[in-house]
């Protein structure tokens, strides 16, 4: 499913845009807002692959709002000024839907909404390279990361969190923690728990199945990862 965001500060066309959501199947309608700040704490609290955006808005419009993006999902406009559609194109948005528009518009937005999202989470990390790193795919943008940065990955329903020293936010990826595994070098990373991978370097302290990270992150270690994990302790365990 493709997590859609509404957001629109009139009553009416919020929820126009809604039920259309709600009627395309491969569409999922992760919530709706009627302004840009709103919008600013569901994209903080919620990963979403597509934000349907009015433009003229009141304090913060669309545009402003997405440009404020640091890593921004597919981005449709829409409004019913058409001098809008040239500014919206300048910061990448998908589509552009000029009200009042009708079901079939949208579902043909909604297709070409498809058509990128099925591109992008087509090979969303690359294997780890020579040099220590790793390719992810992330909305609009690929970004290499080195794996001694990352802490730690948190499984989110079909998503994954990515954590990466020196970033406020984590990244976000479209993909499952068993291809996530595959591709990280088991030297370094472990998965401790049905939700978590860790980076073994980055471990400080560990104390009744709970794993203390360098940045203070406590990560339970599940019970069918316990054995692999005290394996691993035992192996570097200095004693007289």
Do not use: W
């Not at 840009?36 to 433009?55: G, P, R, S, T």
């Amino acid at each position: 499913m493709i997590r859609c965001l509404a957001i629109d500060d009139e009553p009416l066309a919020l929820k126009k845009l809604a039920s259309y959501i709600q009627k395309v199947p491969y569409l999922e309608l992760a919530g709706t807002c009627h302004s840009a700040q709103e919008a600013v704490d569901a994209c903080n609290n919620n990963a979403i692959d597509v934000l349907f955006v009015d433009i003229n808005m009141p304090d913060v419009n669309g545009l402003e709002f997405v440009k404020s993006l640091t890593e921004p999902p597919i981005i449709v406009f829409t409004t019913a000024y058409s001098e809008y559609a040239i500014e919206g194109y300048k910061v990448n948005a998908l589509d552009y839907l000029l009200k009042p528009f009708g079901l079939d518009d949208f579902k043909a937005t909604a297709e070409k909404v498809k058509r990128q999202f099925d591109l992008l989470r087509t090979a969303s990390v690359s294997s780890a390279d020579e040099d220590d790193t790793i390719f992810l795919k992330t909305e609009y943008k690929i970004m290499r990361v080195s794996l001694s940065e990352i802490t730690h990955i948190e499984a989110m329903s079909e998503y994954l969190r990515i954590f990466v020293e020196g970033k406020p936010r984590p990244i976000v990826v479209l993909l499952s923690m068993k291809k996530m595994e595959e591709r990280l070098p088991s030297a370094s990373f472990m998965r401790v728990h049905r939700s978590y991978i860790i980076n073994l370097k980055k471990i400080r302290e560990m104390s009744r199945n709970h794993i203390i990270l360098e940045n203070d992150t406590d990560i339970p270690v599940g019970d069918l990862y316990k054995d692999a994990f005290n394996a691993y302790v035992a192996s570097k365990f200095l004693s007289k």
